[in-house]
């Protein structure tokens, strides 16, 4: 039977709880955005003036995917892809807030 890491190197195990808090956070950093996400869009059906905010909101939530898609479930294809469309929202978004 062969021991695993942890077992072995008690740095890898103290390294791992630290690794294991960081995605917690990400993952509640998620789950509030998306929150937040949906909230901004009922409120953006009755005040359109909000839409700003909305555009930037999802932006952030798609960069944010798009780590946790890297760091837990290693999808490097997917990741790039919400990236780009993140990138793209909060881009679009300041330059309409700006008038450009």
Do not use: C, H, W
């Amino acid at each position: 039977m062969s021991k695993s890491v942890v077992q072995l190197n008690p740095k890898a195990k103290k390294q791992q709880e630290k690794n294991f808090s960081y995605l917690k956070v990400l993952i509640i950093l998620q789950f509030i955005l998306t929150i937040g996400l949906i909230i901004f869009g009922i409120v953006t059906i009755f005040k359109t003036d909000l839409l700003y905010i909305f555009e930037i909101l999802l932006g952030i939530t798609l960069l944010v995917m798009g780590l946790n898609n890297f760091l837990i479930y290693k999808r490097r294809n997917l990741t790039i892809l919400y990236i780009i469309i993140g990138l793209g929202s909060i881009v679009l978004a300041v330059l309409k807030l700006l008038g450009l």
